[in-house]
């Protein structure tokens, strides 16, 4: 039994990360402690940490709030600035947003015109017509940038082509990817999408190296794999770009990073994003907005503000695993976007907990009754 406790009971820096605190949600006065005497089974209820952190969760669980869109203050909420918010929308609605229209369909009209034919005419000189495709790819991702009115300010060097090295970066909207792609053609792993979003993947991204894959296949991983690897060893190939958290995330927090970009003993360049909230939630929560609508929502705000840093890169130190790389990189980037580090797997977030998780909540719950019981 003692073995079995060893492997199974949770440190107390793991429960105290994701463990809100209840008496916040109490009324003022109320308190969760009660004085000792007779042992009844609401006191075994009262002090198992178990249910105070369920009890926690339906009330504000720290993994629902990396996923949760912030709506903005409302400050139209007097006489006097009414009439400015109505003009506000009216301004945005009825001129901002049929200019960015314009602008973008302009920059369309342009790509087409000039990526079809070198896509066509050039397959016989394929070091200049990749060349011309990656500036083609970085036009229109301007283009897409100018119809939201972003202000981006880039810091640290431009990243450049060099074999074995790999760019990872927290992820809190499609737009992380056109944001880096204007200043970078880089080759991106990103989830395949329906509708227009996978046409444009399957036709134009395919031509800068871009490589997709599908949650729900598992062959798929090992595919992604091998190509990861036979990419990465190219040296005139693109930049490789990775979203290890899998997920987008509201761009407050930072989730677990999956391993496969640190094991490629290749050098990781960190990239952090953070967006400035003033304007526009620039977070795309895909379960409740389609891509196409996000992008609305961005074209009819004020702007869209946002830096990202380009840091030192990293190798793997002598004696540390892929996932302690993995780890240290997340801390880099949380630390210089002002993110909130969380021990969770983004991909909670489409599927159902494991066995292993609930027999280990479920044995330390048995070991907190159990040491409540010894104490009584």
Known sequence: MSSSQGKLKPSSSELDLDRPNIEDYLPSGASIHEPHGKLHLRDLLDISPILTEAAGAIVDDSFTRCFKSNPPEPWNWNVY????????????????????????????????????????????????????????????????????????????????????????????????????????????????????????????????????????????????????????????????????????????????????????????CPVAIKYNKIFVDAFWNSRKQSFTMHLLQLMTSWAVVCDVWYLEPQNLRPGETPIEFAERVRDIISVRAGLKKVPWDGYLKYSRPSPKHRERKQQSFAESVLRRLEEK
Request: with cysteine; glycine share 6%.
């Open 81 to 268: 600035l009414f009439p400015l918010w109505c003009f506000g929308v009216v301004f945005r609605y009825m001129i901002l947003f049929p200019l960015r229209a314009l602008v973008l369909t302009i920059g369309w009209i342009i790509f087409l015109s000039c990526f079809i034919p070198v896509h066509f005419l050039l397959k016989g000189n394929d070091a200049l017509r990749k060349k011309l495709e990656r500036v083609l790819v970085e036009l229109i991702c301007s283009f897409f940038v100018a119809s939201w009115t972003g202000v981006v300010k880039y810091h640290g060097p431009r990243p450049s082509m060099r074999p074995k090295q790999v760019f990872v970066a927290n992820h809190t909207s499609m737009i992380d990817f056109i944001i880096l792609e204007q200043m970078t053609a880089f080759a991106v792993i990103m989830q395949k999408h329906p509708g227009w979003v996978g046409l444009l993947q399957s036709t134009i991204l395919e031509s800068v190296g871009c490589i997709w894959f599908n949650r729900s296949e598992a062959k798929d991983r090992e595919i992604v794999a091998r190509k990861l690897r036979d990419h990465s060893q190219g040296a005139d190939n693109n930049p490789l770009l990775i979203f290890p958290e899998g997920t987008c995330v509201n761009n407050q927090y930072s989730v677990m990073f999956k391993k496969g970009a640190f094991e490629l003993g290749c050098t990781v």
